[in-house]
């Protein structure tokens, strides 16, 4: 049973409220988490640092995004997400505000695990946003607070005008008051969640530590992350491999390849929500059949020689993909609380976690790749193994399932 269904009644704008509120603090939060895609250009100028300088700057605030998701879930189950989500944001806002004011490399890395922050979010916007909603219903909720993932590409085509007309010091500054400001609407005009107001009202004791875990021993969980990994941490890692692809196959300059890029991240950010409608109405795991079952054949065409795919096919494959990784991100997330109703913050913290962690992975793995073949294309390749594996084991796991007589959640199946 959904805990909307064990509480008092809500209001009728209520769950409408919190979801559209949370949805565009997530796309601030995302702007902000992204910042350094912009301003680490210039920074890196100013400071002339080398490329593996450069990528630890960039990659810091995407890794400690990633690994603070499940600390900060557990919180949200714990404190409640209308006052977890809010010091998060407003955590963020004043570590991305001084980092305006740092002015060595090292200053930088600090204040850039504060910027982390601002990724953490998703994790507790999930835990919140989902007990507003039934079963059949939070599917298509999540997928809507997904798509704020969209923020990066706000970050891509707003932050470039700020920093030639005021510095990128300007950029962090107003991102800053932009994401407080938000943080303060988001306090005082949104309420704490059924689910913690369910346990206040009934002064329910929190969840030890060992119990807040439990749910990460069942190797379910670990598979879901394996689809998080590659359905939004490969997609994060192609938002941003692409333009250098681009580039280096096709002779692209960095202004279109970088417009292609952005053109990529913004539809497979906004399809998100599509995909949470199609894991209400068709059940998540047939979306994710269809998504890892489209991505092999898309990551394997992808993997061949470079020279031999126009870009014009390599352009409409790749837009195929990212469509379909988007369907994937939403449908992996509408397990999480039909399987796991009373560990949304734990178990969505570790997924999304893993997700985050391939986005700061795999652009690694790429570049290790071509560096070792020679192929600009052994990055789908690596892809393409990371779907296969994920295809075979969810076949092979719903088989066990079926032998076994244990069926999914019907919100899930």
Same mark, same amino acid.
Request: some cysteine; hydrophobic content about 55%.
């Given at each position: 049973?959904?805990?909307i269904?064990?509480?008092q009644?809500?209001?009728?704008?209520?769950?409408?409220k919190?979801?559209?509120?949370?949805?565009?603090a997530?796309?601030l939060?995302?702007?902000v988490?992204?910042?350094?895609?912009?301003?680490?250009i210039?920074?890196k #100028?100013?400071?002339?640092?080398?490329?593996a300088?450069?990528?630890?700057?960039?990659?810091t605030?995407?890794l400690?995004g990633?690994?603070?998701r499940?600390?900060?879930?557990?919180?949200t189950?714990r404190y409640g997400?209308r006052?977890?989500?809010t010091l998060?944001?407003?955590?963020?806002?004043?570590?991305t505000?001084l980092?305006?004011?740092?002015?060595?490399?090292?200053q930088?890395l600090?204040?850039?695990?504060?910027v982390?922050?601002?990724?953490?979010?998703?994790?507790v916007?999930?835990?919140?946003?989902?007990?507003?909603f039934p079963?059949e219903?939070?599917?298509?909720?999540?997928?809507?607070?997904?798509?704020?993932?969209?923020?990066?590409?706000v970050?891509?085509f707003?932050?470039?005008f700020?920093?030639?007309?005021?510095?990128w010091?300007?950029?962090a500054?107003i991102?800053?008051v932009?994401?407080?400001?938000?943080?303060?609407?988001?306090?005082?005009?949104?309420s704490?969640?059924p689910a913690?107001?369910?346990?206040?009202?009934?002064?329910v004791?929190?969840?030890?530590l060992?119990?807040e875990?439990?749910?990460?021993?069942?190797?379910q969980?670990?598979r879901f992350s394996?689809?998080?990994?590659f359905?939004?941490?490969?997609f994060?890692?192609?938002?941003l491999w692409?333009?250098?692809?681009?580039v280096?196959?096709?002779?692209?300059n960095?202004?279109?390849?970088?417009?292609?890029?952005a053109a990529?991240?913004?539809?497979?950010?906004?399809?998100?929500?599509?995909?949470?409608?199609?894991?209400d109405?068709?059940?998540?795991?047939?979306v994710?059949?269809?998504?890892?079952?489209?991505?092999a054949?898309?990551?394997?065409?992808?993997s061949?020689p470079?020279?031999?795919?126009?870009?014009?096919i390599?352009?409409v494959v790749?837009f195929v993909?990212?469509f379909?990784?988007?369907?994937g991100?939403?449908?992996?997330?509408?397990?999480?609380?039909?399987?796991?109703?009373?560990?949304v913050?734990?178990?969505?913290?570790?997924?999304?976690?893993?997700?985050g962690?391939?986005?700061?992975?795999?652009?690694?793995?790429?570049?290790?790749?071509?560096d070792?073949?020679g192929?600009?294309?052994s990055?789908?390749l690596?892809?393409f193994?990371?779907?296969a594996?994920?295809l075979?084991?969810?076949h092979?796991?719903?088989?066990?399932?079926?032998r #076994?007589?244990?069926?999914?959640?019907?919100?899930?199946?």
């Amino acid at each position: 049973m959904s805990v909307i269904e064990k509480v008092q009644p809500m209001s009728d704008g209520e769950p409408a409220k919190a979801l559209w509120i949370s949805t565009v603090a997530f796309t601030l939060c995302f702007a902000v988490w992204t910042i350094f895609a912009i301003i680490g250009i210039r920074i890196k #100028q100013d400071l002339g640092l080398n490329e593996a300088e450069f990528g630890l700057l960039v990659g810091t605030p995407v890794l400690t995004g990633s690994l603070v998701r499940i600390v900060l879930g557990i919180w949200t189950g714990r404190y409640g997400g209308r006052l977890v989500y809010t010091l998060t944001m407003l955590a963020a806002a004043l570590a991305t505000f001084l980092l305006s004011y740092a002015q060595t490399y090292t200053q930088m890395l600090i204040a850039g695990l504060g910027v982390g922050l601002a990724g953490g979010s998703f994790a507790v916007g999930v835990a919140y946003v989902s007990p507003f909603f039934p079963a059949e219903k939070q599917g298509t909720a999540l997928g809507i607070f997904g798509a704020g993932n969209v923020g990066a590409a706000v970050t891509k085509f707003a932050a470039p005008f700020v920093l030639l007309a005021w510095g990128w010091q300007a950029v962090a500054e107003i991102w800053a008051v932009c994401l407080a400001l938000m943080a303060i609407v988001f306090w005082f005009t949104t309420s704490d969640d059924p689910a913690f107001r369910l346990r206040r009202e009934r002064s329910v004791a929190s969840k030890s530590l060992a119990e807040e875990f439990a749910p990460l021993q069942n190797v379910q969980v670990w598979r879901f992350s394996l689809y998080y990994f590659f359905a939004f941490g490969g997609f994060v890692a192609l938002s941003l491999w692409l333009p250098r692809y681009l580039v280096g196959v096709y002779g692209f300059n960095l202004e279109t390849a970088g417009m292609i890029a952005a053109a990529y991240s913004i539809p497979g950010s906004i399809f998100r929500a599509f995909g949470g409608v199609l894991s209400d109405k068709k059940g998540a795991r047939s979306v994710m059949y269809a998504m890892l079952a489209v991505s092999a054949v898309a990551t394997l065409i992808l993997s061949l020689p470079a020279t031999t795919i126009t870009p014009v096919i390599f352009i409409v494959v790749i837009f195929v993909l990212g469509f379909f990784m988007s369907l994937g991100k939403a449908a992996v997330f509408k397990h999480i609380p039909a399987y796991y109703p009373e560990s949304v913050g734990a178990v969505g913290g570790i997924v999304g976690m893993m997700g985050g962690l391939g986005g700061f992975i795999l652009p690694i793995a790429f570049g290790f790749l071509k560096d070792m073949t020679g192929l600009w294309s052994s990055c789908f390749l690596l892809l393409f193994a990371i779907v296969a594996i994920s295809l075979v084991w969810m076949h092979l796991s719903v088989k066990q399932l079926s032998r #076994q007589g244990h069926s999914a959640p019907v919100a899930a199946t």
